[in-house]
């Protein structure tokens, strides 16, 4: 298992990371500045331990990490997992898949200190969507993400909710308690447990959005189930061969020679797909009752 990455494991990473980063804001709408580019990265992490995998395939076949078939070991040790930091957003990758995308610059939309500090300014702004259209707008991007959505709603349960505060009250008048009033920001979440919670004792949102009401964009994205999946995992071929390169060889290479290593160590189904025909979902029917 590779514990460590070096400089031209690291590029190559961070390379396919930025391809995928880019290609799935272009698809979902984020509003990047401009396209992600290594050097102005501020932030690039990566990891093919698989520990994860390969725990959960341990229990679930009852055998030790050395008895697991050496193929699947080898692939799954190939999976790319990592982040990447820009100036306006969080890309992070686990076991060959995009899981998680959180905007910077603004506390999480799931905190209490989001609404409280930010009520004024978010009560006195009314939302231009329903919750059934923020349901659409996600199941849309879940399509573009290659999620397959038929098995996303047999295995999990939709939910989705707008938030809503009580107003503060006025210290030492005695009222009663105000109507909640709504914020325009949504949660739109399928729910379930987690594939590696045999024991199912965490009930949580396995696929989950956070939506600017405002704006009808994405505040946050997360993706627990890497099954869901239509497309292979992302993964970059005998890493341990790249681990070989020492740092002072790699900083001397030229960009041909980077190009070459990118050729060489990442398969043609690691790079994203080419640009088709927009696919979104129209089925209103299923859409999810408010909670």
């Known amino acids: 298992m590779i514990l460590t990455v070096n400089g031209a494991l690291?590029?190559?990473?961070?390379?396919?990371?930025?391809?995928h980063a880019n290609m799935v804001s272009e698809n979902l709408g984020l509003p990047l500045e401009k396209p992600i580019v290594y050097e102005e990265l501020r932030v690039k992490r990566a990891s093919f331990v698989s520990d994860g995998l390969l725990e959960f395939q341990e229990r679930k076949v009852k055998k030790s990490k050395s008895e697991i078939d050496p193929k699947k070991r080898a692939e799954a040790e190939e999976l790319l997992s990592g982040y990447i930091e820009t100036d306006q957003y969080y890309f992070t990758f686990r076991d060959g898949y995009l899981s998680l995308i959180r905007t910077i610059g603004i506390?999480?939309?799931?905190?209490?200190?989001?609404?409280?500090?930010r009520f004024e300014e978010l009560s006195e702004q009314a939302s231009v969507i329903s919750t059934n259209e923020a349901y659409q707008l996600s199941t849309n991007w879940l399509c573009k993400l290659g999620i397959d959505l038929e098995k996303l709603n047999s295995k999990y349960k939709p939910k989705i909710t707008q938030r809503t505060i009580i107003p503060r009250q006025t210290e030492g008048i005695l009222e009663p308690i105000p109507e909640p009033v709504p914020l325009p920001i949504f949660d739109v979440q399928w729910m379930g447990y987690s594939d590696n919670d045999l024991q199912k004792k965490f009930y949580q949102g396995i696929v989950a959005f956070v939506i600017d009401g405002r704006t009808k964009e994405l505040f946050d994205y997360q993706c627990y189930d890497g099954t869901l999946f239509l497309t292979p995992p992302i993964r970059v071929k005998t890493p341990g061969e790249l681990l070989s390169i020492p740092d002072e060889e790699f900083l001397k290479m030229d960009a041909t020679q980077k190009s070459n290593l990118l050729r060489r160590f990442l398969p043609p189904e690691s790079f994203p797909p080419q640009k088709k025909a927009e696919k979104t979902d129209n089925h209103g029917k299923n859409q999810p009752i408010k909670e």
Request: charged share 15%.
């Open 10 to 19: 690291l590029f190559i990473a961070s390379c396919l990371m930025i391809s």
């Open 107 to 117: 506390p999480s939309p799931r905190s209490d200190a989001l609404l409280k500090n």
